[in-house]
């Protein structure tokens, strides 16, 4: 089991930024690729950035691309989402999660935290 607990959202002006962290407990953190999901009222949750397990590739939704970047630290079992120039439209929760895949697919991981919100306003 892994156990995973985001912190960092909060309510930022557009054009603000927030530090998402994610950390781990449980099986060897550095065994897993991670990924961030957001999910905003009334939508599916969708991929936010993920990253492999030795940090040396990663990925990101278009609409992100260029705005957020996701890092890890593997010694502090910490993944982090750095979010910078937000837009009212990343208005979300956000949630970090664990797989043994490096992917896109939200079915490709199997352990979730609870979420930490973030809310842009304009």
């Known amino acids: 089991q892994v156990q995973l607990v985001e912190s960092g959202g909060g309510l930022v002006q557009a054009g603000g930024s927030l530090r998402l962290s994610c950390a781990a407990s449980g099986r060897t953190f550095s065994n897993y690729a991670m990924g961030w999901f957001r999910q905003a009222p009334g939508k599916e949750r969708e991929f936010v950035a993920a990253?492999?397990?030795?940090?040396?590739?990663?990925a990101y939704a278009d609409s992100v691309k260029g705005r957020f970047t996701i890092s890890r630290d593997n010694p502090k079992n910490t993944v982090l989402l750095q979010t910078n120039n937000l837009k009212p439209e990343d208005t979300a929760v956000y949630y970090c999660?664990?797989?043994?895949?490096?992917?896109?697919?939200?079915?490709?991981?199997?352990?979730w935290g609870q979420g930490t919100p973030v809310t842009v306003s304009s």
């Open positions: 990253i492999t397990w030795s940090g040396s590739s990663t």
């Open positions: 999660a664990a797989g043994s895949r490096y992917s896109s697919d939200r079915s490709k991981y199997a352990y």
